[in-house]
């Protein structure tokens, strides 16, 4: 399989928190979806990936090169969380600065997208809109022709309509198999729509790194009673969360625990779902 | 770095007000003129410069520079090269106005302006000298305050030299011929100085 992503045994210590040691190669040609409660290393990931912060020890490659001193980023369109331009720049006057730091700027391009979202160019970004102003940074990342996306929450603070109109916007990106995304969100309604890969943070460290497919057809939720609750082999259990009147355990091989549990209800598994279980329930 | 470059004076042209308001402030300055007068426009020209930090930083501008292609201290460059195009600028305002407000006196000398102009010029990169690096180090909050115990040590420091020592005659005359001229030369020698400190403080620097 060819990798646009490698990293090996990534770790970056601070004081309070440690990422890694952390594994983890990123298929070219798919939307890989990063998920993880807040402080899980999602960000410090990103930013290790970037070259924003620098890893403790370990390596990472982008593009099959090593990323030894500073990355090389011209091939990487970035939205992060909250970073950008000093909002007291006009929409207009980034792409003035943008096509003399990218050699493969595209005006047009760049112009054609924010008119299609009805942004003006000459309003600085402190005078546009949450929503409006994250389509200016999703655009700004695209205008470049970059071959990877690497994006921080997205899709945060949009409103579904928007939020669906950006998601096509990925789409469109990927239909080229040169291209990747790589996207961290809390939004996990938004990676079941378009994600073709989840890896799951948690600690600091990859917990599930699978196909969305796979993950969404494995695994299901068994629903039973509190009295029934000793009936469920606990070898069967991935985590389980007492709930008032009922558990609701995490099963994975979801048709065969339907067989072998035939009075209980095994529902199908959301990514919320899945999340809330391995980050909230008991584990077994 | 033109691109970098160019960011910061967008930024410069869109607090284009406050620009204007130093001119004028400048100009009622220039009025009543006693000799000061001529170094504070490129002063608050300098003071202008940091304040594009303040956008940086307050729309955490930095990390999202470190995903521009490009090196890390390119970013400082960027800096250093805008505030001395400023400064360049500052340089010929104040030749021209001090000119133009000695003719207007009467007592109108190219020369004079011109030192008037070399002598602000120098002050203000002096201040970017020492400036620059606190803030890349310590943010502008705490820079701030750095800058705040610098200036007050580095005053009491000179007043005290200066009642210890006694400048000899001739020393004292050879400044007040020639330092108009030494001035620039190490306002420039310590920007070189602060510009490689800045940059060693930078690629250390995580966001």
Request: net charge neutral; with cysteine; proline share 3%.
């Amino acid at each position: 399989m060819n990798y646009i992503i490698e990293i090996e045994n990534l770790v970056k210590k601070y004081d309070a928190f440690t990422l890694g040691e952390l594994n983890l190669k990123i298929p070219k040609g798919e939307i890989v979806g990063l998920i993880g409660e807040n402080g899980a290393g999602k960000t410090t990931l990103i930013k290790a990936l970037l070259g924003i912060i620098k890893p403790t020890r370990g390596r990472i490659k982008l593009f099959n090169n090593y990323v030894e001193q500073e990355a090389d980023n011209t091939d990487i369109g970035v939205v992060l969380d909250n970073m950008f331009f000093p909002e007291l720049l006009t929409v207009k006057d980034i792409d003035s600065i943008m096509k003399d730091i990218y050699p493969t700027w595209d005006c047009k391009l760049y112009d054609e997208q924010l008119s299609k979202f009805g942004i003006p160019m000459d309003k600085p970004l402190k005078k546009l809109s949450k929503g409006m102003r994250k389509k200016v940074e999703i655009v700004t990342a695209l205008a470049h022709h970059p071959k990877l996306l690497i994006l921080d929450e997205p899709t945060s603070g949009l409103d579904p309509v928007v939020r669906s109109e950006v998601l096509d916007i990925f789409l469109d990106f990927i239909q080229d198999e040169e291209h990747t995304i790589l996207m961290s969100t809390h939004i996990t309604s938004d990676l079941e729509h378009i994600a073709d890969r989840i890896v799951f943070i948690e600690n600091g460290k990859v917990s599930m790194n699978d196909a969305k497919d796979e993950i969404l057809d494995n695994y299901g939720i068994l629903k039973c009673d509190l009295e029934d609750f000793g009936q469920i082999d606990e070898k069967d259990m991935i985590a389980y969360k007492k709930n008032r009147y009922n558990y609701d355990i995490l099963v994975d091989h979801r048709e065969d625990k339907k067989k072998k549990y035939k009075k209980f209800c095994i529902d199908k598994i959301t990514l919320e779902d899945l999340m809330l279980l391995m980050i909230k329930g008991e584990r077994r | 770095m033109k691109g970098l470059i160019k960011k910061d004076f967008l930024i410069l042209k869109r607090s284009s007000k406050m620009i204007l308001f130093l001119l004028v402030i400048y100009f009622i300055c220039s009025i009543d003129a006693n000799g000061m007068e001529s170094s504070i426009l490129p002063f608050m020209m300098a003071v202008l410069c940091n304040s594009t930090f303040s956008y940086d930083e307050y729309n955490k501008w930095d990390p999202y520079a470190m995903t521009l292609p490009g090196k890390k201290n390119t970013v400082i460059a960027a800096k250093y090269a805008m505030t001395l195009v400023v400064m360049m600028i500052a340089f010929v305002f104040t030749v021209v106005i001090s000119y133009i407000m000695g003719t207007v006196r009467g007592d109108y000398s190219l020369g004079i302006s011109f030192q008037d102009g070399l002598l602000g010029v120098s002050l203000g990169i002096l201040a970017i000298a020492i400036i620059f690096p606190l803030i890349i180090k310590f943010g502008l909050e705490k820079g701030r305050i750095a800058i705040m115990i610098g200036s007050i040590g580095l005053a009491a420091f000179f007043m005290i030299v200066g009642s210890i020592i006694e400048v000899p005659k001739n020393v004292a005359g050879f400044l007040e011929v020639y330092l108009v001229y030494l001035l620039p030369l190490l306002a420039m020698t310590l920007l070189i100085g602060s510009y490689f400190l800045s940059t060693k403080i930078y690629s250390k620097k995580e966001f």
